[in-house]
């Protein structure tokens, strides 16, 4: 199957995550599961999730699962991830029954879940063992391939901020969309057999609040603001200093989530457990297959600028990494979507209504 041409939209929300401060808390991910998804048919799903690099992700071995563009823009291949194998199926502990002695145990037999492996990482401590965190939305891809997967045209991209979002009336649950997706951030819920994903909390963006995952983030790793927008933090990173790299870019569906690259980390010990000066535990290969090649540049970009900062005290590059100021991390503008209407119905009224709204399964 053919690529649909690139969707253009009149401006793009983007999102900068500066791996080098996330301490992998889960806030954001509590923050997302407990504004979107805590409700039938979606207690399996993470919009939001953090996992642990290297390591099997979430869903299980998502980066090996398909999806996305070859190099001639032909849409490839994708498996759809089995919900207790891939995703895992929730589960609750007796909490309950603690007080009266019983075994403290979960009420199935859990095979998989998020953060499973979360720590883990690799090599050998201490010698040059390392991980890192990686949190993980939807991308709200330039070409999505999840939308040149629907036969049902029911995933579109906002024309005024290229959010892509899932129009539940033309839905009809085919699942297509997740294997087209080689990030498989777009789920299924059985319960109204409808596809439902990150909607980059466009309900409060449009009033010029921040996602709610970039709004508690406690180690302010989050930038959220337009890609044009020259005076912005997102401009800065991703187009000025060229720090700001997309996930996977071999996937081919111009993302739109940028990662801030790790930049340092402890030496390796050598046998005698003195340091190795020079020496690097996160094996570079890994982020250039992460980051693709751009990610040696931005790297040493970064370094630069700290010896800069050394010697003459200033850099802004480092100022802006640094986000002295929370809400600086922030540039949205409410008034700006005074003047857009969508022609289609962007999500169904659920997302607006709240979790205990009542509504029939359709089929």
């Not at 099997?56 to 398909?66: F, N, R, V």
């Not at 720590?119 to 999505?144: E, K, L, T, V």
């Amino acid at each position: 199957m053919s690529a649909t041409a690139i969707v253009a939209s009149k401006r793009q929300l983007a999102m900068v995550m500066d791996l080098n401060k996330c301490i992998g808390c889960q806030t954001c991910t509590v923050a997302c599961k407990t504004q979107w998804t805590n409700r039938n048919g979606r207690d399996y799903m993470y919009w939001n999730n953090v996992e642990t690099f290297p390591g099997e992700g979430y869903p299980k071995q998502w980066q090996t699962s398909g999806g996305g563009f070859d190099n001639e823009g032909n849409l490839k291949d994708g498996v759809i991830p089995e919900i207790e194998t891939g995703y895992g199926t929730p589960w609750d502990f007796n909490h309950e029954d603690l007080a009266k002695g019983v075994e403290f145990k979960s009420n199935v037999a859990p095979i998989w879940g998020p953060n499973w492996d979360e720590d883990q990482g690799a090599g050998n401590f201490p010698s040059d063992n390392y991980f890192f965190y990686i949190p993980r939305i939807c991308n709200h891809c330039d070409n999505p391939g999840c939308l040149a997967a629907c036969p049902r045209d029911a995933i579109f991209k906002r024309g005024q901020d290229g959010v892509v979002l899932v129009d539940q009336d033309r839905c009809q649950g085919y699942r297509f969309c997740i294997a087209g997706c080689p990030y498989k951030k777009i789920y299924f819920n059985p319960k109204i057999s409808k596809s439902e994903k990150c909607i980059f909390c466009f309900p409060r963006i449009e009033k010029g609040l921040p996602t709610a995952c970039a709004q508690q983030c406690v180690g302010r790793i989050r930038f959220v603001g337009f890609l044009d927008d020259e005076e912005g933090q997102i401009y800065k990173l991703v187009k000025k200093y060229k720090v700001a790299l997309p996930l996977r870019p071999d996937a081919n569906t111009g993302a739109n989530v940028y990662y801030v690259p790790p930049v340092a980390g402890p030496l390796k010990f050598d046998a005698n457990g003195k340091p190795i000066e020079g020496s690097d535990r996160v094996p570079p290969e890994q982020l250039e297959a992460l980051f693709g090649k751009e990610v040696h540049a931005a790297i040493k970009t970064i370094k630069d600028e700290m010896e800069n900062r050394k010697a003459t005290g200033k850099s802004e590059l480092l100022d802006l990494l640094i986000a002295y100021k929370h809400s600086d991390m922030f540039r949205l503008d409410a008034g700006y979507y005074a003047h857009h209407n969508n022609s289609l119905k962007p999500v169904d009224h659920r997302y607006d209504a709240g979790k205990f709204t009542s509504f029939k399964a359709v089929h």
